[in-house]
């Protein structure tokens, strides 16, 4: 089994005060809701800016710390992980995948540029929005072909995480849908269920409507670059170390305890 690795880097601006709130158990939650623009290459070789939103949560103590400090419009630096959850509402099992933080910081705004959307949001131009994962893929690689004759790669990745839970070592595991496109996506169909993965890539939300006409959001990693992690000398492996074509597109203190009374939001809030 490949070491669990699952590590996201943002840097953004506010694009409202954060959203303070409590669980049952006295917990403090907070909301941030981050924006930036990632500069990426289409295939005529051109840059292009492309808009991203991310909701990002902190627990605890610096929840509380932060609460009353943070402004819209403030530039912000996010290290955190990627977590899986699940619940059942109405009899329908859903799941989402958050961005917790660990650590924030207020950055310095001089010299950088905010732009503002449609709807009066700041957003930052040339911000960072960078996922690193490891783990073992759930099921072989997916291929498919758009109309127009581009490769995509739909990979499943199991990523492991171990930590103290009062007192106890314990094991979660949090789930996350890769896409790989064009030489990319053709070397990763090879992959296949259990195979190890290092997957470099940006955070994005896809959105749509299902058939009882109800608004669904999925988070996903567009992958960069793709790594084969080798186990030993004497077992094969092999990596691709090379950044894909980016497509364009829109696109202790327990402080765990308590939060299962508190089920995730379903509907972003921009």
């Known amino acids: 089994m490949a070491r669990g690795l699952n590590r996201v880097f943002l840097i953004g601006t506010l694009t409202g005060r954060p959203d303070m709130r409590y669980t049952p158990g006295g917990m403090a939650i907070l909301d941030l809701n981050l924006a930036g623009q990632d500069t990426l290459t289409d295939e005529a070789g051109?840059?292009?800016?492309?808009?991203?939103?991310?909701?990002?949560?902190?627990?605890?103590?610096?929840?509380?710390?932060?609460?009353?400090?943070?402004?819209?419009?403030?530039?912000?630096?996010?290290?955190?992980?990627?977590?899986?959850?699940?619940?059942?509402?109405?009899?329908?099992?859903?799941?989402?995948?958050?961005?917790?933080?660990d650590f924030i910081d207020p950055l310095e705004g001089r010299g950088r540029e905010t732009l503002e959307d449609a709807r009066g949001q700041p957003r930052l131009?040339?911000?960072?929005?960078?996922?690193?994962?490891?783990?073992?893929?759930?099921?072989?690689?997916?291929?498919?072909?758009t109309p127009q004759g581009t490769a995509v790669a739909r990979l499943g990745l199991a990523v492991n995480e171990r930590r103290l839970r009062q007192g106890a070592e314990e094991e979660r595991t949090h789930f996350i849908e890769v896409q790989a496109w064009r030489d990319l996506a053709e070397w990763a169909a090879e992959l296949k269920r259990g195979d190890g993965l290092l997957v470099i890539g940006r955070l994005v939300n896809d959105s749509w409507t299902s058939s009882s006409g109800e608004r669904r959001y999925q988070t996903r990693v567009e992958a960069l670059r793709l790594e084969r992690p080798t186990r030993g000398p004497a077992q094969a492996g092999g990596s691709r170390p090379q950044e894909a074509k980016r497509p364009v597109q829109t696109g202790g203190v327990d402080i765990d305890e308590g939060l299962e009374d508190f089920p995730p939001e379903e509907d972003l809030p921009f």
């Open 46 to 101: 051109q840059e292009r800016e492309i808009p991203w939103y991310h909701r990002v949560r902190l627990l605890g103590r610096q929840a509380e710390m932060w609460g009353d400090v943070l402004e819209r419009g403030q530039l912000l630096f996010v290290e955190g992980r990627l977590e899986y959850r699940q619940w059942e509402r109405e009899g329908e099992k859903r799941s989402e995948v958050q961005i917790r933080a």
């Open 125 to 145: 131009r040339r911000a960072l929005n960078q996922v690193v994962l490891m783990g073992n893929l759930t099921r072989d690689s997916e291929l498919r072909y």
